[in-house]
């Protein structure tokens, strides 16, 4: 009976914060490029304006990770649809999808080792 009660308060302590339960995924390329691919998707490169006007992934919008006004920009999107995130390599999309889970967002698709990665 002691190792039922130990184990069920363990199981409630630990299991709610796993990984599993964050709705965050990350994509290969390939399935990045599919899943956006002549869809309506929530697209967001999350670099500084300077890499975004150098080339992005067409259709995407560019919500500076380093802004102060990143919060805000970021309430402005559905946090019921899929959206989709991606950097330079892959360290500021990973912080964003974190964020972006804790604000709520049911879908968070990260893209694999960033934008390096996608040509």
């Given amino acids: 009976m002691k190792y039922i009660l130990i184990m069920s308060i363990f199981s409630f302590l630990f299991g709610n914060n796993s990984v599993q339960d964050k709705p965050i995924k990350v994509l290969s390329p390939e399935e990045f ?3 956006i691919q002549d869809k ?3 697209l967001i490169d999350v670099r500084t304006p300077a890499e975004f006007e150098a080339g992005h992934i067409e259709g995407a919008k560019n919500i500076d990770f380093f802004s102060g006004k990143f919060n805000v920009e970021f309430d402005k999107l559905d946090k019921e649809k899929p959206v989709y995130i991606y950097c330079k390599s892959g360290n500021r999309s990973r912080q964003t999808a974190n964020k972006l889970a804790e604000r709520g967002f049911k ?3 990260d893209l694999q080792g960033g934008i390096l990665n996608y040509k």
Avoid: G, L
């Fill in 33 to 35: 490029k599919a899943e």
């Fill in 40 to 42: 309506d998707v929530q």
């Fill in 107 to 109: 879908e968070i698709y």
